[in-house]
Each structure stands twice: as C-alpha cells, then as structure tokens.
C-alpha cells in the first residue's frame, strides 16, 4: 500500500515532487512535464488494464494530471506524498471515467469494483511504485545494472556471470552485493515501500 | 564461514546462483549471526521490487504529453489580473443595478466570469444560487463554435475529493449563445473549478474533449 509519509523522514524526492506540483499549478511548464513523465505511464496502463480502452485510458491519465493541478492549493506535504496523493486521485478518476462511460446515473457495484477491488489497489500501487523501482535502477553505474541484469532477470548462477564477463568469481560476487546495496540506497532516496 | 566471506555471498544469495555448497554455508553463517540477518534484512525485499519491472510497460501515445501539459496551468500575468479585475468589477456594477433597492447579491449566490481556453473565442458567466441541499447553476454562454452532428457541449464541476462531476450536456443556438441550468449538490464549497468541454460525438473513437472556458471557483464563497 502507498503509506503516509512522516514529515521527518521524507526522501528528498518525495520533497523535490511536491515542489514540482507546486511549481506545476503555478504554471510552470517544465514542472508539468516532469510530473507528467512520473506518472503518465503507470497511470496509463492502469487504464488500460481497468477501463479496457487505449482513449479512456487516455482520458484517465488527463484527468487525473488535471485534478493534481487544479487541487495542488489543497496539497499537505506533511501529510502524504504526491504519489500517494496521485494514487488516491486515480482510484476516483477511474471510478467516475467507468460511471460515466456507461451512462450510469447511479454508483453501481460495477463501477466501484473498476477502482476499489483489492486487486485494483494494489494493482495501481504496483504500477506506481515499478515507475519508482526504474528511476532507482537509472540512477545505478552500469556495472551494477549489468549485475542484476544477469544474476536476476536472466538467471545466470554467479560462475556462469564470471564465465560470461570474463571476470574473477570474487569480483562477481562482490559486485552483485553491491550493486544490492546500491539499489537498496537508491529505492531509500526515492521513497520506493519496502 | 566469516562475516566478510558472508557479505561476499549475500548479493548470489539473494538473487540466486550461488552454488549449493555455498548457499547452505551462507544460510548456517546468517542463522548464528545478528549482523549478518541484519545486513539481509536490508536486501531480501529487492526482488520482490526487480519483479515489478520485469516487464517493460506501456507507453502512452505521444500526443497525449502534449495535450496534458498544453491543458495544464498558464503562469498568471498582470495583465490577466487586471482583466479579471475588471470583469469582477462588471458583474459587481450589474449585479447591483438589477438587484433593485441596493441590496447586493442575495445570500448564497456567486456569478464567475468564465475566461476561454487558448484556441476558444467563447465567453460567459457561471451564476450559482444555494437552495438547501442543491446548488443552482445557471450557465451562459456567447461565441461558441457550431457543433457537428452528435457532437455537444459538457459543463462540469470538479470536486477535490471525487475529481470531475459532470453537470450536463448541452448545444449551442444558431447564434452561438447557449443559455442553461443545471443542479448540483450542495454546498458549492466543496468545488473547486467550473469547465466547459466540446465533447464530439459520443460514437467517434478518435474524440478529444478540448476545454472552452473555465474558472476556478473561490474557496472562500
């Protein structure tokens, strides 16, 4: 789940968005487009996947970078992070988008479950926090990239690796402990939930 | 196996590849000592968080970055002050001539000029009047473009807790003017922003809904 953030041990990120959102419902261009490349992509395939529909996944992801705007006045910093306040924003935006589209008057137990099923949440939460999860890996040397790279998403065992780099077992093993480190520490810095 | 032979293995241990051997010696060392638990403490959530970017995700289209940061605020100028200014000061000077024996505007009752979107000549007044648990709107509108077949026009309220609520649709007459009332749920305060969107046909699956005019409603009514 998205947690509240405590204002004392705010990630410096989680400071640099909300200032960003503030910059952004002053008109400041750049900050859009920051805010935007944050959260657009997972906000999209949220939409995707729970409207069914590449222009209402669209409408979602306008509405809901609109809402943030248009609501930044009403922000606390102190009380969540714009990510958990984004978060909070789609599961409505998607809810009324359902409604609306279905030309229902009335809530139904349909349009409810588009956003609050718990397969919803935590959906939207996974999308959210894998956008952080690729920043923090951006922010790694290319080394430790390549490390996890191979010993995770291709399974290679740590002799294979030093076979396929040319490297010293020890200098793999090494490596691969650190660029954990690395990624833990840059997972920190962003604000990722452990 | 030490402490610092045990670091060495931490990084295959916890992604795998290690070979047996030296998974279950790494497994007897972290069983007896504290520091080194504590060390994988900090690492075993990584994977969890490697899965979740296993695949490549969706991209938006391009066009719709362009749509949203062209929709987004504008910096306010002075000279737009000044124009809001006056436009208040037209509606406090109407208001005050229609209003008969100097009584202001009744209680409960706020009218917003409504300023066009970039692109949009349109222009108008939102009038909102309190009525117990509703909320009148009264909605006019001049200069608006002709619609195609289908097509029509949207009012909306937005409301921070729930995002956009649509008040209704509507089209314009022949001369481009529109004049329409809608209801919403009281009490207006929880609103923040009124809109006007051309929305085209329903059946079209290429639409875009461009915003005509809007205002921000003041949080202090």
Redesign the interface.
């Known amino acids: 789940m998205v947690r509240t953030v405590d204002e004392n041990v705010q990630p410096p990120s989680v400071q640099v968005e909300a200032a960003l959102l503030t910059r952004?419902?002053?008109?400041?261009?750049a900050a859009?487009?920051a805010l935007?490349?944050a959260y657009?992509?997972?906000l999209?395939?949220f939409g995707?996947r729970r409207l069914g529909d590449?222009?209402l996944?669209?409408?979602l992801?306008?509405?809901v970078?609109?809402?943030l705007?248009?609501?930044a006045?009403?922000y606390d910093p102190s009380r969540a992070s714009v990510r958990s306040y984004v978060f909070t924003?789609a599961r409505?935006?998607v809810v009324?988008l359902h409604r609306?589209r279905a030309r229902q008057p009335q809530p139904s137990a349909d349009a409810e479950d588009v956003a609050s099923g718990v397969a919803a949440i935590d959906e939207l939460d996974?999308?959210l926090?894998?956008?952080v999860?690729?920043a923090?890996?951006d922010r790694l040397s290319s080394d430790h990239r390549q490390?996890?790279d191979l010993?995770?998403?291709r399974?290679?065992?740590?002799?294979?690796?030093a076979g396929c780099l040319e490297l010293p077992l020890?200098t793999v093993?090494?490596?691969?402990?650190?660029?954990?480190?690395a990624?833990?520490l840059a997972?920190d810095e962003l604000g990722?939930d452990? | 196996m030490t402490c610092e032979q045990a670091r060495h293995h931490l990084g295959g241990y916890v992604l795998g590849g290690l070979t047996p051997a030296e998974q279950a010696d790494t497994r007897a060392h972290l069983q007896r000592c504290g520091d080194c638990r504590n060390e994988l403490a900090e690492l075993e959530g990584l994977p969890r968080l490697l899965d979740l970017v296993a695949q490549e995700p969706a991209q938006p289209p391009a066009s719709l970055r362009d749509r949203v940061v062209a929709a987004a605020p504008r910096p306010r100028s002075k000279r737009w002050l000044a124009v809001a200014a006056a436009a208040a000061l037209v509606i406090a000077v109407a208001a005050a001539l229609s209003g008969g024996p100097a009584q202001g505007p009744p209680p409960g009752s706020l009218t917003l000029a409504l300023r066009p979107s970039e692109g949009f000549t349109a222009s108008g007044t939102a009038a909102f009047q309190a009525t117990g648990d509703r909320v009148r709107v009264d909605i006019a509108l001049q200069g608006l473009e002709a619609l195609e077949r289908g097509a029509t026009y949207e009012a909306w309220l937005a409301e921070p807790e729930r995002g956009p609520v649509s008040l209704g649709r509507f089209r314009p007459d022949t001369s481009g003017r529109a004049e329409v009332g809608f209801t919403a749920e009281a009490p207006l305060s929880r609103y923040s922003w009124l809109w006007v969107t051309a929305e085209p046909d329903a059946r079209d699956p290429a639409h875009d809904s461009p915003t005509v005019v809007r205002e921000r409603i003041p949080g202090d009514w």
């Open positions: 952004a419902a002053g008109g400041d261009e859009v487009a935007y490349d657009a992509r997972p999209w395939a995707l590449p222009e996944a669209g409408e992801v306008q509405r970078m609109t809402r705007w248009q609501s006045g009403r924003i409505t935006a009324d609306q996974a999308l926090q894998a956008e999860v690729r923090a890996l490390m996890l010993a995770y998403f399974g290679l065992t740590q002799v294979e690796i020890g093993k090494s490596r691969t402990y650190y660029a954990l480190k990624l833990r997972c990722v452990q």
